[in-house]
């Protein structure tokens, strides 16, 4: 039973990636996903977070991303995505990706704080924006 995020690699500024985190053992869909990144000496940052239930799409992302992260799943591959566009060097980070079962009526307040998923972390993936 495991999340394994991947996808991680160089890339120029302004360039585009898309991460993946696959679930094993379990199904991703009857979770929150949450995404976050721990850049060097920093702390872990949350990113975004697509809610739980098959079907369902709703995302919440962090003002401070500005557009630039975009969350989405696929429920036949068991994998939640990560698109992150126009990439700078302050991008740079490890990328993790995490699931809980979230109260519902406590997602958005709560999504952001790595301290809420005590279920499943992914590995991380190290995403490096250098010229």
């Known amino acids: 039973v495991q999340l394994q995020a991947s996808g991680g690699g160089l890339v120029q500024p302004g360039g585009s990636l898309r991460l993946s985190c696959t679930a094993s053992?379990?199904?991703?869909?009857?979770?929150?996903i949450g995404w976050f990144r721990q850049g060097p000496g920093k702390e872990r940052e949350g990113l975004g977070c697509?809610?739980?239930?098959?079907?369902?799409?709703?995302?919440h992302y962090a003002d401070s991303l500005k557009g630039r992260f975009t969350i989405s799943k696929d429920e036949e591959a068991n994998t939640v995505y990560l698109q992150i566009y126009d990439l700078q060097p302050e991008d740079t980070a490890a990328y993790y990706c995490?699931?809980?079962?979230?109260?519902?009526?406590?997602?958005?307040?709560?999504?952001?704080?790595?301290?809420?998923?005590?279920?499943?972390w992914g590995q991380g993936t190290l995403v490096t924006v250098s010229s």
């Open positions: 697509i809610k739980a239930g098959p079907g369902v799409t709703r995302t």
């Open positions: 995490a699931a809980e079962r979230i109260p519902p009526t406590l997602v958005q307040a709560t999504w952001r704080d790595p301290r809420v998923y005590t279920n499943f």
């Open positions: 053992g379990f199904t991703a869909a009857h979770y929150d």
